[in-house]
């Protein structure tokens, strides 16, 4: 990786840009979306050496990112764009959902977003139940963007049946997207397919990895064994074409 002392940097921010212009990876149609981040990575760290994109902050942070990020905004109207945020947390620490969502928008230059997506990492075992409070502590993050006009739609992957119906009775705001990942269900449950139709929720799938970045891969790729407090992932599609544009990942570890 670039030639940065580690031992005197407490935070770590990557910023992919848009990986639909890198060509190795995008000449890997098949591999999952873990081995897609880690490439992503991989590559951002390499482009960045030559660049000044590099900059160690004074508050000992490192923002890691590609010289040429090719958003492509810039070249559409936004009215025209479709912008979605899916976010991958470790914890339900309101304040890291907040510095994720806040980070990006930065980085994309925009103010607003069509739809978000939370998750919090998969849990250890099928026996473990879905904890509803960490959850709902999430949400009010979510609520509070929706209202100042940050976000128009919010969601959630991979939660139970019953978790999403006691979030939806539950929230100010209610959820517009569950997200279930085909890989742990194989058949949307017919019930949840009733209560979306019910209700004018989408109901989507995906696949992404159960572990987005294991601690092995961070090992591997910093040669430290960084906490990874959030990742997101952004997509952008124009709206009349259904063409995706964009898609990237920002990232933040932090020295254990």
């Known amino acids: 990786m670039p030639n940065i002392n580690l031992e005197s ?8 840009g848009n990986i639909l212009y890198i060509n190795d990876i995008m000449k890997k149609p098949n591999q999952n979306t873990s081995e897609e981040l880690v490439d992503a990575i991989n590559f951002t760290m390499k482009e960045c050496l030559g660049y000044t994109s590099m900059n160690s902050q004074s508050d000992k942070s490192v923002v890691i990112s590609r010289h040429n990020s ?32 806040g980070k990006a928008l930065t980085l994309l230059k925009v103010d607003a977003i069509n739809d978000a997506i939370v998750t919090l990492k998969q849990k250890s075992s099928e026996d473990e139940k ?10 009010k993050v979510l609520e509070d963007l929706v209202e100042v006009g940050k976000i128009k739609q919010i969601g959630v992957a991979d939660v139970e049946e019953r978790t999403f119906k006691a979030l939806h009775e539950w929230a100010k705001v209610k959820p517009s997207i569950i ?19 019910e209700n004018d929720i989408k109901l989507l799938t995906h696949s992404d990895a159960a572990d987005m970045l294991p601690a092995e891969s961070i090992q591997n790729l910093f040669g430290k064994p960084l906490l990874l407090q959030w990742a997101l992932r952004f997509s952008i599609h124009v709206k009349c074409r259904g063409v995706l544009t964009t898609k990237g990942y920002l990232l933040n570890f932090i020295k254990q």
């Open 9 to 16: 940097i407490h935070n770590v921010i990557v910023d992919t």
């Open 70 to 101: 090719n958003l492509k905004i810039s070249e559409y109207e936004l009215a025209d764009l479709k912008i979605g945020f899916k976010i991958f947390l470790n914890t339900d620490n309101q304040t890291l959902l907040s510095e994720a969502i």
């Open 130 to 139: 879905d904890d509803l409070q960490k959850i709902k502590s999430m949400w």
């Open 179 to 197: 997200q279930v990942n085909l890989a742990t269900c194989c058949i949307v449950p017919p019930t949840l397919q009733a209560f979306c139709k």
